[in-house]
């Protein structure tokens, strides 16, 4: 009798401490980010004992600690192919590792968010269908699947990991009337925020009106409306303009907190660096500009 096995995902309740860099392979499969004044978060979730491989090129170390520089790695990524393949390391039904690598200009962190069991057929689409089910904080303002994954693939893995976000309507309105432009996103949102506080004659009233406010923007995303954010957040227009805002909302909030000359000011700089421009190209699904 075979033996089979069905895919799951177990998180833990609370993260684990990542210890130091674990000699094995690692597999970078799902990347989100937000932007916001209050210094931009990016997430790479990254699975032990899995491997992505395309043109020979077969993995990267973790934490990104022994990449090349950034313009070496955008030269190999313009001559990837477009297909890349899933290869598994070692015993197949051994439990993998996942690791959750956010980077932040002030408190970056790696840990250990849970175990991932193959099935005896696991398809990659469906590994990162159940990484995509970890939901923490506010609704990112970018989505990147991993380049396992087609374009039908990764819009419906989009769209069903952004239902689960009770704030993703009000990014969807927000999206939809400042599409391409995240910097006015961003402080109309803030304005928006203000302006209810403004509106309270005491902090009793302030409460009041910022939970009727909040109930407002937190109603659940249908599946047409979350299908149309995903459209957005998968376009070529918007991937451009919210990775170039995340890196001026990164330099900016480090020059608020420095605003003269530090050495290690520049470090901080290269770990975005090294993530945006090395790891989003080479691992990442990014849409190809459309022919003129």
Known sequence: MLFKRSLSVEFYPEPLEAGGSPQQKMAPLFFTAITNPFGPTVTVLMVSGLSVTTNGIEHIPFLFAELPAPEVLLIVA????????????????????????????FSPQVSKIGRLYLGSETSAFEIIKQLSQRVVGGCPTLI?????????????????????????????????????????????????????????????ELLVLQQKWQEQQQQELTQEEASKMAEMMLSEGHIIAEIRAIQEAWSGSLNQLFPFPVPHVSQIQNRLKVILHGVVPLYFWIPQPKEQ
Do not use: M
């Open 78 to 105: 313009r001559n990837f192919a477009s297909q890349a393949r899933l290869e598994v390391i070692g015993w197949r039904y051994s439990g993998r590792e996942i690791y959750e690598v956010v980077e932040h200009p």
């Open 144 to 204: 990147l699947p991993s380049r396992l994954l087609d374009r039908e693939q990764a819009h419906a893995i989009c769209a069903a990991y952004l239902r689960q976000f009770a704030d993703a309507r009000q990014l969807f309105l927000s999206l939809q009337q400042f599409y391409g432009n995240p910097t006015e996103r961003i402080k109309h949102d803030i304005e928006a925020a203000q302006n209810v506080a403004k509106q309270a004659r005491s902090s009793d």
